[in-house]
């Protein structure tokens, strides 16, 4: 979760930096982006403003960013067709992203769907940056599918590369 928080920090920094260079989005547009990724908010009023930041950035990073951020509030209403089909959106509007890999991963993984996409998309994210997240995520999958000795080595791997990582305890 610490890379979703990253990621949209990092889509809201090209927001605003894409506000001075491209015409308007829309009146309060910028603060949609702030909306979309806190998760404190109401799951309702984040994919109302995931919405809105899809709809109307006009760079490809955001749009799939507020899929991503969209998925994650999709999944913890139980959602989950809703979630998988914004992180693959995302992941098509972004390919390769290891971030939006990983959120294919996790979505599938926390929907406990179709294990071997989430693998893939796992296993493609850490091949393009291996982050406590993604390995987070992986170690899920495994857990899913019963593997456990794998999701036990995932959940450590993890763990050495980022100790605050909770749910790989």
């Known amino acids: 979760m610490r890379l979703l928080l990253i990621g949209l920090a990092a889509a809201g ?6 506000e ?11 603060e949609k982006v702030d909306v979309c990724a806190d998760r404190r908010k109401p799951q309702a009023e984040r ?17 799939a960013y507020a899929l991503w951020y969209r998925s ?3 999944l913890e209403t139980g959602d989950f067709e809703g979630a998988i089909a914004d992180s693959d959106e995302a992941d098509r509007i972004l390919p390769d992203d290891a ?32 982050s406590a997240g ?21 959940y450590n791997e993890a763990f050495a590369m980022d100790s605050s990582i909770r749910s790989a305890l």
């Open 99 to 130: 971030a939006i890999l990983n959120a294919r991963c996790w979505t599938r993984a926390a929907a406990n769907r179709e294990h071997d996409v989430a693998r893939g998309a796992c296993d493609l994210s850490i091949s393009r940056l291996a």
């Open 13 to 18: 920094a090209s927001a605003r930096a894409a």
């Open 47 to 63: 994919i109302d403003a995931c919405t809105e930041v899809y709809q109307n950035a006009i760079d490809k990073g955001i749009k």
């Open 134 to 154: 993604t390995l987070d995520s992986r170690g899920l999958v495994s857990l899913r599918e019963g593997r456990w000795q794998e999701a036990w080595d995932d």
């Open 72 to 74: 994650d509030a999709k």
């Open 20 to 30: 001075a260079q491209q015409p308007p989005q829309g009146p309060g547009w910028i």
